[in-house]
Nanobody
Framework: QVRLAESGGGSVQAGGSLRLSCTAT????????QAWFRQAPGKERERVVI???????THADSVKGRFTISKDGDKNTLYLQMNSLKPEDSAMYYC?????????????????WGQGTQVTVSS
């Protein structure tokens, strides 16, 4: 059974950096897609960045040039490097992975989610 656990969140001043980690058990990275999402209080969940099995990444416009997704298959860990943080980046951040079947369907069905890690950026 695949399980995800995020870590690395915290409080930081605007302009600072954080690196989030998502450690997985099982074949978490064998599907077509892995991604980071975030949700701030009272707002819709937003997909921050996605990485597909062919290595392509797609970033939300709000984080382009500041956030970078990467993964280490040996460590079974997904990362989100966040630089030049802004107060509007404050949110609960979640990692998610798609199903094993998605590698065949070439879709991104996010079926497993972590519990989230809080990021707070002060001005």
């Amino acid at each position: 059974q695949v399980r995800l656990a995020e870590s690395g969140g915290g409080s930081v001043q605007a302009g600072g950096s954080l690196r989030l980690s998502c450690t997985a058990t099982g074949s978490a990275f064998s599907g077509n897609c892995q991604a980071w999402f975030r949700q701030a209080p009272g707002k819709e969940r937003e997909r921050v960045v996605i990485i597909e099995s062919d290595g392509r990444t797609t970033h939300a416009d709000s984080v382009k040039g500041r956030f970078t997704i990467s993964k280490d298959g040996d460590k079974n860990t997904l990362y989100l490097q966040m630089n030049s943080l802004k107060p509007e980046d404050s949110a609960m951040y979640y990692c998610a992975v798609s199903s094993l079947r998605s590698i065949i369907t070439r879709t991104c069905d996010f079926v497993v989610w972590g519990q989230g890690t809080q990021v707070t950026v002060s001005s």
